[in-house]
């Protein structure tokens, strides 16, 4: 809750939506609780980010959170209650929620930045994983925290952790969950760049301008080649590659890019 200037609370959604140029930015509000997912919270994120994938004017999303955390993951009180009343909230939620959220951040055909504000722990830090880029500024933090509270690990975080810092390293993580500033993220591959807390917003928002600024089809046919060629041959790859080369190479968006080429002028995008 928030309050207007003449006192009256305002009721703060528990995840922003805007666009702007191009921009979807994606809000965990839930300051207070660290942004954890509560069932209204994990809802109104996966409709935000299927949202995101599907509209056409969106060419790049932005994940954050406000306040101290990314995304601490599942919220553990609500979790608490339904051990007690022996709802099968994990069972559930699994396929509605974060199985959702985590494809469409990994698939949708555009790219996506992970704008790591704070802490990232359990299913946060396994959102912030299949994103591109992830930023993260100076004072956040990851945890691989599933252990901790003696459960396996969820979100597709198996999958995307070996990947981006190898198979012992994941490992390591996983069973013996434990902070990683910043720092040490970039230095063993986690994070793409770490950014000063006072700059991290501009420079968010820089990235964020010049991918919705770029080829979106093209953008798109990367993640797709990448995520294919994981777990393909090299033969099967480039077939793969050759189909999507075929595709981005009708759009209009080549076609100016070879002419401003030829002209020596910069390329403009459209996205299509």
Known sequence: MTERPGGDAVEVPPVGYSVESGVATITLQRPAAMNALDLASKAALRDAVETAAAEVAVRCVVLTGTGRAFCVGQDLRQHADDLTTGASGLRQTLPEHYHRIVTSLATMPKPVIA????????????????????????????????????????????????????????????????????????????????????????????????????????FGAVRRALAFSASHDLATSMANEAELIMLTAATEDHARAVSAFLAKQPARFEGH
């Open 115 to 218: 704008a790591v504000n704070g802490v990232a722990a359990g299913a946060g830090a396994a959102f912030a994983f299949a994103a591109d880029l992830r930023i993260a500024a100076t004072s956040a933090g990851f945890n691989l925290a599933f252990t901790a509270i003696g459960l396996s690990a969820d979100s597709g975080s198996t999958w995307s952790l070996p990947r981006l810092v190898g198979m012992a390293r994941a490992k390591e993580l996983l069973l013996l969950p434990r902070t990683i500033t910043a720092a040490e993220a970039l230095a063993i591959g986690l994070v793409t760049e770490v950014v000063d807390d006072a700059a991290f917003p501009g420079r968010v928002a820089e990235l964020a301008g010049a991918l919705a600024a770029g080829p979106t089809v093209a």
